[in-house]
T-cell receptor, first 109, second 114 residues
């Protein structure tokens, strides 16, 4: 059964810190891994990763996938209070999408 | 483009009542899905559809029915609501069969079952 495990489940840091969020997975037929940010409402798309070792970057956020060790990380540098959210990792297998539990990130000023 | 729309935004039901959560998308997406989100549980897949006339169960299908008679609409039916179905429900859609499989989410329906 396809499975996604995120860690940590909760993280509190100070503004300006760098954070690394982890996502490990098990899948029978990998198609892609996606990261989402969820604030008060629906998740919003951050990255889609399909190939190992290729970093995707958007401003202070970056993500990379390791298909051999079956994990992905999401890095946020110079964090701001607006980065406070739940970050969701999502795996696309043969047909279904499977989400992890999410990491609740809180940035204190 | 309206994207993915869901109605209602909020709903309160009594145990045993039935209702349908509506979901529609105007992007001609083949793939549509329903998730529920409970505190600390992330998003869990209830049912999904890869095209009109085709549906399948996700991780937590019990107590829910779906149908997909058109590409645009994917309603979720609760046959006999239970307090355990109190949750926030999200509908999502995406292209299927291409690499463009970013999920587009609706705004969510907050359901309370008393």
């Amino acid at each position: 059964e396809d499975k996604v495990v995120q860690s940590p489940l909760s993280l509190v840091v100070h503004e300006g810190d760098t954070v690394t969020l982890n996502c490990s997975y098990e899948v029978t037929n990998f198609r892609s891994l996606l990261w989402y940010k969820q604030e008060k409402k629906a998740p919003t798309f951050l990255f889609m990763l399909t190939s190992s070792g290729i970093e995707k970057k958007s401003g202070r956020l970056s993500s990379i996938l390791d298909k051999k060790e079956l994990f992905s990380i999401l890095n946020i540098t110079a964090t701001q209070t607006g980065d406070s959210a739940i970050y969701l990792c999502c795996l696309q297998g043969a047909q279904k999408l499977v989400f992890g539990q999410g990491t609740r990130l809180t940035i204190n000023p | 483009n309206a994207g993915v729309t869901q109605t209602p935004k909020f709903q309160v039901l009594k145990t045993g009542q039935s209702m349908t959560l509506q979901c529609a998308q105007d992007m001609n997406h083949e793939y549509m899905s329903w998730y529920r989100q409970d505190p600390g549980m992330g998003l869990r897949l209830i049912h999904y559809s890869v095209g009109a006339g085709i549906t399948d169960q996700g991780e937590v299908p019990n107590g829910y029915n779906v149908s997909r008679s058109t590409t645009e609409d994917f309603p979720l039916r609760l046959l006999s609501a239970a307090p355990s179905q109190t949750s926030v429900y999200f509908c999502a859609s995406s292209y299927e069969g291409t690499i463009y499989n970013e999920q587009f989410f609706g705004p969510g329906t907050r359901l309370t079952v008393l």
